[in-house]
Nanobody, 120 residues
Framework: QVQLVESGGGLVQAGESLRLSCEAS????????MAWYRQASGRQRELVAV???????NYADSVKGRFAIDRDKAKNTVNLQMNTLKPEDTAVYYC??????????????WGQGTQVTVSS
C-alpha cells in the first residue's frame, strides 16, 4: 500500500507561481512512476507531468516550459513547480503513483487532491 498526501494549492493571480508537494508513505520502494494529474470542473482528469524511476520526465503540451516536476526519492516526495500560471490551469491537482508489488502486480494510487485557482 502507498499513501499520498498533497499540499501547496491555493488561489493566485495569473502570471504568479505555486509549488505543489506530494509526500508518499507506505511501500514507497515499490513505486515506479509518480505524476501529477488535474481535473477542471466539468472535464476529464488529465496528465500534467510524470517522472519515471530513471528520472525521465514528460509534460502535457499545455504546461511545457512553465511547469517542472521533480522527485526526491530520499524524502519520498514529488513536487510540481508551476510558473506563469494561467486561468486555464485552474483545477484540482492530484498526485499519482504506480507501484509494483512483487507477486501481486501493479497498483495505482491517488492523493486526495488539492485545489489550484488562478484568477485573471
Amino acid at each position: 500500500q502507498v499513501q499520498l498526501v498533497e499540499s501547496g494549492g491555493g488561489l493566485v493571480q495569473a502570471g504568479e507561481s505555486l509549488r505543489l508537494s506530494c509526500e508518499a508513505s507506505g511501500s514507497t520502494s515499490s513505486i515506479t512512476v509518480m505524476a501529477w494529474y488535474r481535473q477542471a470542473s466539468g472535464r476529464q482528469r488529465e496528465l500534467v507531468a510524470v517522472v519515471n524511476n530513471d528520472g525521465t520526465t514528460n509534460y502535457a503540451d499545455s504546461v511545457k516550459g512553465r511547469f517542472a516536476i521533480d522527485r526526491d526519492k530520499a524524502k519520498n516526495t514529488v513536487n510540481l513547480q508551476m510558473n506563469t500560471l494561467k486561468p486555464e490551469d485552474t483545477a484540482v491537482y492530484y498526485c499519482y503513483a504506480k507501484a509494483f508489488l512483487r507477486g501481486r502486480g501493479t497498483y495505482d494510487y491517488w492523493g486526495q487532491g488539492t485545489q489550484v485557482t488562478v484568477s485573471s
